[in-house]
């Protein structure tokens, strides 16, 4: 079964910087569309990035800030993430995109962003 631990969040000023790290233990895991998924509060996940084989994709919100990176020899992907506003408060999340277009994934527990002041 595929694990996904995430790695990198903490409390940020707005403005302020920091890079997510995710380590997936996936058979394959370089033939797999990647992404990065947040949740806040009340509100449900929503993908944020994602990378495969022909390049990255990006949410309106996130485009220009964050950036989405992968090492398939470290089984691991990565998000930059820049210029952090308040709005990007969430948990964030990686996982494979077509298990959770599937509704076939499992989730690892998650990194927590806060961006405050």
């Known amino acids: 079964q595929a694990q996904f631990v995430e790695s990198g969040g903490g409390l940020v000023q707005p403005g302020g910087s920091l890079r997510l790290s995710c380590a997936a233990s996936?058979?394959?895991?370089?033939?797999?569309?990647m992404g990065w998924y947040r949740q806040a509060p009340g509100k449900q996940r929503e993908l944020v990035a994602s990378?495969?084989?022909?390049?990255?994709n990006y949410a309106d919100s996130v485009k220009g800030r964050f950036t989405i990176s992968r090492d398939n020899a470290k089984n691991t992907v990565y998000l930059q993430m820049n210029s952090l506003n308040p709005s990007d408060t969430a948990m964030y999340y990686c996982?494979?995109?077509?298990?959770?277009?599937?509704?076939?994934?499992?989730w690892g527990q998650g990194t927590q962003v806060t961006v405050s002041s």
């Open positions: 996936l058979r394959l895991f370089s033939t797999y569309a």
């Open positions: 996982n494979s995109v077509s298990r959770v277009t599937t509704g076939r994934a499992n």
């Open positions: 990378i495969n084989s022909d390049g990255t």
